[in-house]
């Protein structure tokens, strides 16, 4: 295969990939859950929120903030300093009434200097935050980034509603959420983007706005915090049997069923727009939904929620001895990884993960080369195929960590198949996934399933074999 034609196919993949995963909203349109990874070879990544807001004036206003990641960009040297290596973006927000004629375009310009380090795919951002002056109504807000160097550029759409303080219906806005790092008590919180929380954050904050222009009625705002049971495991091997329908691994996670963690009532006696604000130390690992809700004047009730999923600490990167030993599964034997898992000081985890790389790959500088190709292939299904669960522990992750981008994808009604030869019938080149589920409210991710045969045993072993002795350099498959 040509490299033009590689390359065509890889763009191809990738906007396939975006099709797919989109800004992962659901369709109750209440619900917020920020963005999943967009993942581009060569274009700009960037993540976006956006809340409308009364000011304590009654303006209307959206809050936008957009998260560009640095190494998605193309650095060249500066013309007064070679030593430094700077980007330069053009960001532009539109902003378009849903059912009127109001828009209004901001553009900004910004040169970033390059700032990241490191073998692996650095994911610092640069965050700009911007309030725009707007009227009461219902706002699409388009956040588009264009890296003035490459001439390429990628878009985020998100929605923002603002209520007529004239107008004395009850309103909630879109909760947004924050995050605060550990160190100093005094940092302030800033908005997350994105669907995924590392867990190195020290807390979180939800805030939303409340309107109520009733003086004589009160209003009252219940709030909980909810945990979903979710599957949290590596997708076992290609040869082994299929998922049990009524397993977790095989559902995914079901939203029916919460576990309410915190619940609180507020009543709200003055009339006008409230800021509100509930504040959490960080949760462990899961899947969670913050959710408020109130009723209208009808007794109707009015409910927001915003999804969010806690993931490993430097998420969607890999820096910490645990994090690049959790994926080795697909390369270990089970039971030998268990007890790798089993290391609790992280030097001497360091140094069982050297020693498994070493042991099989002699040669210091072609191990490099591996590990840095099956760690960025880690870091790629993090960002390409993450749900519930990080990217990396999902059947579509393992097959592309081990095999890596497919030459085509055929997509179906709940079906796709990647295929890694000429010959679209070849049982050992095309792998066939499942959706059990179509996406809904209650079932908002699309949890794609390796079809899996005994047949696969063989060419599972022959790709561990290419990892393990180095031939992955040469051989893909």
């Not at 109750?28 to 000011?55: A, H, K, M, V, W």
């Not at 709030?223 to 949290?232: C, E, F, P, T, V």
């Not at 089970?334 to 089993?342: K, V």
Request: aromatic fraction near 12%; include cysteine.
């Amino acid at each position: 295969m040509t490299a033009d034609v590689k390359n065509f196919l890889l763009v191809s993949l990738a906007a396939l990939f975006l099709v797919l995963s989109g800004c992962a909203r659901s369709a109750n349109p209440d619900i917020e859950r920020g963005s999943l990874f967009q993942f581009r070879d060569g274009y700009p990544e960037i993540r976006t929120s956006s809340i409308g807001l009364l000011s304590a004036d009654d303006e209307a206003q959206i809050n936008i903030t957009s998260d560009i990641v640095l190494s998605s960009l193309i650095y060249s040297s500066s013309a007064e300093d070679d030593d430094v290596q700077l980007a330069r973006i053009s960001l532009e927000i539109r902003i378009l009434e849903v059912d009127g004629d109001f828009t209004r375009n901001v553009r900004r310009g910004f040169d970033i200097e390059s700032v990241f380090e490191g073998s692996f795919i650095s994911q610092e951002v640069f965050s700009h935050e911007e309030t725009i002056n707007v009227v009461p109504g219902e706002f699409e807000v388009i956040v588009t980034v264009l890296d003035e160097t490459s001439g390429k550029a990628s878009s985020r759409t998100s929605t923002a509603t603002i209520p007529d303080p004239q107008n004395p219906q009850i309103n909630i806005t879109t909760v947004r959420m924050l995050g605060k790092n550990v160190g100093d008590p005094e940092d302030p919180f800033f908005p997350i983007t994105t669907y995924t929380v590392p867990s190195r954050l020290d807390s979180l904050k939800f805030e939303f706005q409340v309107t109520n222009n009733d003086v004589d009625d009160p209003l009252t705002v219940e709030a909980r915090l909810l945990k979903y049971n979710a599957d949290s495991l590596p997708a076992r091997p290609m040869n082994l049997s299929t998922y049990s329908p009524s397993s977790l691994p095989y559902i995914g996670v079901d939203m029916r069923r919460p576990e309410e963690i915190m619940s609180t009532t507020r009543r709200l006696d003055d009339p006008g727009s409230v800021l509100i604000e509930f504040k959490y130390a960080l949760l462990e690992k899961g899947t969670y939904r913050f959710e408020v809700e109130t009723s209208d004047e009808s007794g109707e009730t009015i409910y927001r929620a915003r999804d969010f999923s806690i993931m490993s600490e430097n998420y969607p990167n890999l820096q910490t001895a645990r994090e690049l030993a959790e994926p080795l599964i697909y390369l270990m034997d089970r039971r030998d990884h268990e007890r790798m898992m089993q290391i609790q000081d992280p030097d001497s985890l360091k140094e069982a993960i050297d020693r498994f790389w070493l042991s099989n790959i002699s040669n210091m500088n072609q191990a490099r080369s591996v590990i840095n190709l099956y760690y960025d292939r880690v870091q790629q299904a993090n960002k390409q195929f993450t749900n519930f669960k990080e990217g990396w522990k999902t059947d579509l992750g393992m097959v592309y960590i081990l095999f890596g981008p497919p030459w085509y994808v055929d997509r179906y009604l709940n079906t796709m198949q990647w295929s890694y030869s000429y010959d679209r019938t070849d049982p050992r080149y095309n792998y066939t996934f499942e959706k059990p589920n179509i996406r809904s409210e209650f079932f908002p991710f699309d949890n794609y399933l390796l079809r899996r045969n005994q047949g696969y045993f063989n060419i599972q072993y022959r790709q561990i074999q290419l990892w393990l002795s180095g031939g992955i350099l040469t051989t893909r498959l």
